[in-house]
């Protein structure tokens, strides 16, 4: 199978690439990135400049994608993905969630491993990644435990995980409270060179919140989460990652305080890097007003201080990953009181037309900068091989994106089984209308 | 003249216009109270069902009372949450007792919000009889009914409300109504039982309880719950009393003939003392005598039909 | 409807002036006198809220022609209407102030104008719930016909014969600040 793609606007921060080229994909590979010129295909890549007279691909391949006005990117990975299964699948399976991904132009995922059971085991690591193999529209990389059964006593046994496929290493959901074990799952985890994924919570602080401690839970009479509750475990986390030399990377960071200390450790050289997502860098604890409960989510829709302080960060590069923590919960858990309803909202769909709309379209982010966070250093981070990059070798995971598409959030629409987003009905600008993994074409707008 | 909606849930909803209209519909609702026969026909035929998930006596009889004063049927459903969440929703709940046809449903329950959670779901009026500590709307509008009451207009007054705000709905509520009705507010109590953004409230705050009431002309006190204030919170009761309860002592620096409030149950002798509580100047007991007027003008105004928004 | 036919809808026709409608009183206060046998007993209970105003102004008269005060009370029947909560919202309700027992009194209700006599149905289930009242007379300014129930006025200032679509307004000094009793045509 070989599959061509014309004439689309090539970036690629991790090769330098930002032009119009043609990209030729043989055996879910990159076989040549270049300019078709008359029937020359001049062949592009930092190494390799010299034209090359070869046969016009057009006439050797199976199909032609014209990519013309549209962009052409390494295929986005989501560093942050809950996909439900095993154990939940009423509301999402790994077929249902990757198929979400698909549509969403994203090519790889990571699963976190609060499932039921727990991802703390190499057999339930084995599980997810034989259901992602036979089901799976994308790639699925498993996020393993740091404690057994997420309950922050004992380590997991990290070398089995990383052997059976985990990329990193999180108790989401139920963060270490434990400094002690942290620390060691730190220097453990050096052996395998493989991140530490904090969801970052000061659980005593936070104990009981439902939405951020500000204007408007003050007004509501909700009880708040502090962004203080965040700041703590992520500056406690910083410090320990300095001591151990692990690699950390702080999962949704929410607030100014955490933004603060991310940039002052980067500057001191601590290998600590941080992703926030769609809905923090665009929503505001405002959303909550009404008792929204798709406005519930953990950390909390923040005030418009810390969102600005984020898009800040994410601009200036402190932030260097958009990740979506795709959350599925079925309707019933969402549709009751706002105490009551679980945390959480699904992403996967929405996250490329949210940036592009409120960044791109916004002039906050350009495009490389957009692809560098959504695909370059989510595979820099998590040492993945051959992804996050269109260099000729590597696997053949593109997206191809129309900026300018304009669509809507439409419910019937969301491949995802959960349909709990806040982003129903808005009107967005910019979608993949193709995605294509391991050199098959996964999805295409209809 | 109506009011502007078909459910009560918060004072921050409410025009001043319409918390005026509440106040002078329930100023002539008193009246039935007075009566040797405490029975209009208004709401024959109507239901009126309290749905509480919070034990409550006083605001539950007093909804009661008021509904059978206008001849509704009033049907009491109470519940604890601990037992609903293991068996029935209370969306479910709601949308069995919407099968009833009741007119309105009147509830207290434990989570901010829950009243508009039935009042976007179900056709009956909803009223909110306290959702955690958000808001208890027909609290606010008693007080304020009570103050106009006793002291002929409530522009241009001063209240103090003193205890604990951060987690108070009765608060949340009077800063609100008081507001929109030109009364200055100011709230005192501890530092951790202060709102961490009163600006937002629009009230100023202190922790000096004599600052407080200096000039007020009425002083609000809040019941001190034990069950909500944790041990981090607050070191003791006693600490709690010695700042901040108001006793005989504390009055002296209040204007003479100061106005006492206090929504109840007391904590004799923790927040205010048997003397002040039972004082020449104690509108403890009017409050209660007005909740009926206020609820009886509520369940009334709520019963029209409204053709147009309906 | 023509454009000239909508300029007539609302025209007036004055039926009472000020001095009729003090003339009226005069008469209606000297039959109360004399069908009672005196003032004793006697207790006037207007209909907010025109009603009330005729009923101070009745014991005004009462008292220059017995030189007893006769004790005036205010009756709100909103909540005794049979018509809340049908459509639209409610009604306005005003307070009712009765100040004394209406037990073994002979009740003058008074009211502006006598229609379906509905207002009269709602004001005696209203006064019956106060207490119980020896007797009870209605006292009206205007009985305009078109009774819906059997009920009939016991002192009449002046009948008006009226077509249903026509409306009567009765206006006092007291809220109107003018005395006049005008028909308006409301052909809708």
Redesign the interface.
Known sequence: MRLLITGGRVIDPASGLDDTLDVLVEEGQILQVGKVRGSAFRVQGKKNKKPTNQEPPTSSVDRVVDATGKIVTPGLIDMHVHLREPGREDEETIASGTAAAARGGFTSICCMPNTEPVNDTASVTEYIREQAQKVGRVHVFPIGCISRAQQGQGLTEIGDLVAAGCVGLSDDGRPVMNAELMRRAMEYATMFDIPLLPHCEELSLSAGGVAHEGRVSTELGLKGIPSTAEAVMVGRDILLSEYTGARLHICHVSTDESIRLIREARARGVRVSGEATPHHLILTDEAVRGFTTNAKMNPPLRSAGHMTALREALIDGTIEVIATDHAPHAHAEKETEFDYAPFGIIGLETALGLILTEFFHSRLLTLPMIVERMATAPARILKLKHKGTLAVGADADITIIDPDRKWTVEEHELRSKSKNSPFIGWKLKGQAVMTIVAGQVVWETP | ??LKRKDLLTI?ELEPEEIHQIL??A???K??GT???K?????RG?TVINLFYEASTRTRTSFEIAGKW?SADVINIASTVSSM?KGE???DTGKTLQAMRP?VVIIR??????P??LADRLQAAIINAG?????HPTQALLDLFTIRERLGRLEGLRVAIVGDIS?S?VA?SNIQAMRKTGIEVRVAGPATLL???????GVQVTTDLEAAIADADVIMMLRIQRERQGPTLLPSLREYSRLFGLNVERLKKAKEGVLIMHPGPLNRGVEISPEVADGPYSLILDQVTNGLAIRM?LL??L?????AER | MPAEAAMDTRKKAQIMDATAIQRALTRVAHEIVEKNKGTADLVLIGLRSRGVDLARRLSQRLKQIDGVDVPVGALDITLYRDDLGKAGPQPTVRKTEIHFSVDKKKVILVDDVLYTGRTTRAALDGLMDLGRPRVVQLAVLVDRGHRELPIRADYVGKNVPTAKSEQVQVMLQEEDGVDGVVILNNTD
Do not use: C, F, N, W
């Not at chain 2, 029975?39 to 709401?43: D, I, M, T, W």
């Not at chain 2, 329950?109 to 829950?114: D, I, L, Q, S, T």
């Not at chain 2, 709102?195 to 409230?201: A, T």
């Open positions: 003249m109506t921050r002078d519909t100023d002539s609702m009246e039935i009566r040797e026969i029975k209009v026909p208004a709401l109507k206008l969440t929703s209370l969306l007119d329950h434990p989570v901010p919000g829950a508009k959670l959702d955690g500590a958000h808001e987690h709905r949340r709102p961490r953004y009163p600006e937002q409230l003008a009334y105004l019963t029209g039909g409204h053709p």
